[in-house]
């Protein structure tokens, strides 16, 4: 009978240890997981741009009269210009301008084709800012806390079981 409860209460308390042993030496790692957070800014964030970013327009082999002359504007001020090349062919980057206010803009590439002129554009978003607002809570601290508090309320359940039981059988 005593043989039991000392044995039960070295599995109990083995597991108490094992669960806090776990649960403080991954500490470390937790802290280090929301490591990259904000986001660091992505060349392919779709139509999202940001002061510093690039946009890119091309075109393939017959796109343009050879040697034509193009512009690309962003909201009609222009920001790269040139003359395509001997095929028709075009790929010209711009960066986009600093002080864009947030909010949508039009890219615009104007060419000509058949001595005809052209216009291909199409619309982005300039974001608030270079950063994602942090939205949330670090919880990490506080579900370690109740896992622990959880164990140690187990045991001392199981404590008093045995304790009752061998108080119940003398």
């Given at each position: 009978?005593?043989?039991?409860?000392?044995?039960?209460?070295?599995?109990?308390?083995?597991?108490?240890?094992?669960?806090?042993?776990?649960?403080?030496?991954?500490?470390?790692?937790?802290?280090?997981?929301?490591?990259?957070?904000?986001?660091?800014?992505?060349?392919?964030?779709?139509?999202?741009?940001?002061?510093?970013?690039t946009i890119t327009a091309c075109g393939p082999?017959?796109?343009?009269?050879?040697?034509?002359?193009?512009?690309?504007?962003?909201?009609?001020?222009?920001?790269?210009?040139?003359?395509?090349?001997?095929?028709?062919?075009?790929?010209?980057?711009?960066?986009?301008?600093?002080?864009?206010?947030?909010?949508?803009?039009?890219?615009?590439?104007?060419?000509?084709?058949?001595?005809?002129?052209?216009t291909l554009s199409t619309s982005f978003l300039?974001?608030?800012?270079?950063?994602?607002?942090?939205?949330?809570?670090?919880?990490?601290?506080?579900?370690?806390?109740?896992?622990?508090?959880?164990?140690?309320?187990?045991?001392?359940?199981?404590?008093?079981?045995?304790?009752?039981?061998?108080?119940?059988?003398?």
């Open positions: 009978m005593v043989g039991s409860r000392i044995a039960l209460r070295t599995v109990l308390a083995g597991f108490v240890l094992a669960v806090m042993a776990m649960l403080l030496g991954s500490a470390g790692a937790a802290a280090v997981a929301p490591a990259g957070y904000p986001p660091a800014p992505s060349a392919d964030r779709g139509a999202i741009v940001v002061d510093g970013d082999a017959g796109a343009t009269d050879p040697g034509a002359p193009y512009t690309v504007d962003v909201d009609g001020a222009v920001v790269a210009s040139g003359s395509t090349l001997g095929d028709g062919s075009y790929c010209v980057t711009a960066k986009v301008p600093s002080g864009l206010a947030a909010g949508t803009h039009r890219a615009t590439f104007t060419s000509t084709k058949n001595g005809t002129s052209f300039r974001a608030g800012g270079a950063e994602l607002p942090r939205t949330g809570a670090d919880t990490a601290g506080t579900v370690r806390l109740a896992i622990v508090l959880a164990s140690a309320g187990a045991l001392l359940l199981a404590m008093l079981t045995v304790r009752r039981r061998s108080q119940n059988k003398a």
